[in-house]
Structures are given as structure tokens and as C-alpha cells.
């Protein structure tokens, strides 16, 4: 079960997510990042830019690789994931553009690009620590209900919710894609550990599928009950849904105090 982490608002979990991701830059300099585009990551990456200047912490190493790009929408679309990893991502924590990759979403053979890219992560190493938003229809990346629990890197349709949620960032909801690229729930399974945060009452019905329903296709973020090692931060009302939320009030708690306490 993943750990579970109950905080008052955005803020909050943007510092206890940034100081995971601080740790792991700091332990392995050369550390390859999963990263996720959308507003669920945005207080993290703000919060981990801060810590990554206080602390002076080498970052020229850190690799990255962003979970999904929209279809036939070109790199330099402010709008594309590539843009908007840049913009959020590399420019602000100071990371190498070089080492920073999003999968293909146009050009020639784009059937092949998926291919490309889980090779890509393969060579890198394989993804250290993948940050995840999960959508108010329960995906992660853009693995839509109906995913394989297996998928890798491929073509997929969007479904017309998430079409609707993601419309905010167009000018007029027909701009929005109708296809992406993304990585698989078997390629997010491979990441060596997965950090989900939630926020709002508009996905507490997905955050208590994902992690107290059964693991399903139907709830592709439920896959994360499949991963060792998960972590996931959520505010009050995104976890206004969950059987078990004090038992994992009560686990964090405890959790801190024996960090807290040598034996
Ligand atoms: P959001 O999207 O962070 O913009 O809410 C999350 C997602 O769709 O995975």
C-alpha cells in the first residue's frame, strides 16, 4: 500500500514532495526524473526550484523524462508539453535542456516513437522517481479507463473529459488535441518510485478508486497499489473520499515520530 500523505493545502505538498525529490537529487547527483505536465505538480516544482537554489544542489547531472505529449501538436506550440516542461521545469531548477526529454508527438514514423522513447528511458537507466497527477477520470499520464495495466509508450485517443479538464489551457476547447503519446502503465510501474498528488474535491472520487478499489484498467491510477514504493500526497478534499483516511493520518503521524526519535 502506498504511503499516504493527508496535508492542508497545495503549498504543503509541494514542500513535503520537493524535499523527496531534493533527497534523491542530493543522494544520486545523477538522478533521472519522471516528470508530469498539468497544475497538479506546479507547487512541487516551484518548491523544489527554491530548494535547489538555497541549497546550492547540483542539478547539471539530473535527467528527465515527461510522461505524455499531445499528437501533431509541434514542440514549440507554447502549449505543448515540451513548452511547458521548459517553461516550468527546466528553466526554473536550472536543468540541462539537453538532458531533458518529452516523447516525439509529430514528424515522420510517429508509430515508431513510442518504441523510441521507452529505448530512450531504457538507456538513461530507467526513471529514479516519477511525479504523477492523476485525472478527475482516474488516468495518469494520459492512460485514459481502459488502459493496459501492461501499456508502454504509445498512441492513445483522449477521452472527451479529460479533453474538457484540459481545455483551460486553449483558446477554445476545439484546439484541444484529440490524440497524445504517452508513457504506459507498465512503463510508470518501472519508474523505481512514484510520488501521486491530488488536489480538490474534483478528484476525490478518483483518488479513493485508485487507492482503496480494486487495482483495474477501469481506475488506470490504481496501478500505483502495484508499486512498491508510492507515495501519495493529497489535501483535505481530495481525500474527502477515502474509508481509511485516518488510519493514514495516524500511519504519518507515527511515521514522523520514529524519524524524529533514535532507538
Ligand atoms: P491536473 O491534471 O494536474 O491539471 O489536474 C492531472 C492529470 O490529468 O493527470
Given at each position: 500500500?502506498?504511503?499516504?500523505?493527508?496535508?492542508?493545502?497545495?503549498?504543503?505538498?509541494?514542500?513535503?514532495?520537493?524535499?523527496?525529490?531534493?533527497?534523491?537529487?542530493?543522494?544520486?547527483?545523477?538522478?533521472?526524473?519522471?516528470?508530469?505536465?498539468?497544475?497538479?505538480?506546479l507547487s512541487t516544482y516551484a518548491a523544489l526550484a527554491a530548494t535547489v537554489a538555497e541549497d546550492a544542489i547540483d542539478v547539471s547531472g539530473v535527467r528527465g523524462f515527461a510522461l505524455d505529449e499531445y499528437l501533431g501538436v509541434p514542440p514549440q506550440h507554447p502549449e505543448s508539453y515540451r513548452s511547458v516542461i521548459t517553461r516550468e521545469v527546466v528553466e526554473p531548477l536550472g536543468l540541462n535542456p539537453d538532458y531533458v526529454f518529452t516523447?516525439?508527438?509529430?514528424?515522420?514514423?510517429?508509430?515508431?516513437?513510442?518504441?523510441?522513447?521507452?529505448?530512450?528511458?531504457?538507456?538513461?537507466?530507467?526513471i529514479d522517481i516519477q511525479i504523477l497527477g492523476?485525472?478527475?477520470?482516474?488516468?495518469?499520464?494520459?492512460?485514459e479507463p481502459?488502459?493496459?495495466?501492461?501499456?508502454?509508450?504509445?498512441?492513445?485517443?483522449?477521452?472527451?473529459?479529460?479533453?474538457?479538464?484540459?481545455?483551460?489551457?486553449?483558446?477554445?476547447?476545439?484546439?484541444?488535441?484529440?490524440?497524445?503519446?504517452?508513457?504506459?502503465?507498465?512503463?510508470?510501474?518501472?519508474?523505481?518510485?512514484l510520488v501521486l498528488l491530488a488536489f480538490g474535491a474534483n478528484k476525490a472520487q478518483a483518488v479513493a478508486a485508485?487507492?482503496?478499489?480494486?487495482?483495474?484498467?477501469?481506475?488506470?491510477?490504481?496501478?500505483?497499489?502495484?508499486?512498491?514504493r508510492a507515495t501519495v500526497i493529497i489535501d483535505e478534499s481530495a481525500a474527502a473520499g477515502l474509508a481509511h483516511a485516518e488510519y493514514y493520518r495516524h500511519a504519518w503521524r507515527s511515521a514522523q515520530i520514529l524519524n524524529a526519535v533514535s532507538f
Open positions: 500500500m502506498a504511503e499516504v500523505i493527508i496535508v492542508r493545502d497545495q503549498t504543503e505538498a509541494g514542500s513535503v514532495a520537493a524535499s523527496i525529490f531534493a533527497q534523491q537529487i542530493s543522494t544520486n547527483p545523477c538522478t533521472v526524473l519522471g516528470l508530469a505536465t498539468g497544475s497538479t505538480p516523447p516525439r508527438g509529430t514528424g515522420p514514423g510517429i508509430t515508431q516513437a513510442g518504441a523510441e522513447y521507452e529505448d530512450m528511458i531504457a538507456e538513461a537507466g530507467g492523476i485525472g478527475s477520470n482516474g488516468h495518469v499520464g494520459f492512460n481502459g488502459s493496459s495495466l501492461a501499456s508502454t509508450t504509445r498512441i492513445k485517443a483522449l477521452a472527451e473529459q479529460t479533453r474538457k479538464d484540459n481545455a483551460r489551457f486553449f483558446d477554445s476547447p476545439d484546439e484541444v488535441p484529440t490524440h497524445c503519446i504517452t508513457q504506459g502503465l507498465g512503463t510508470i510501474l518501472k519508474a523505481r518510485q485508485a487507492l482503496e478499489g480494486p487495482v483495474s484498467s477501469a481506475v488506470p491510477g490504481s496501478v500505483i497499489q502495484q508499486h512498491p
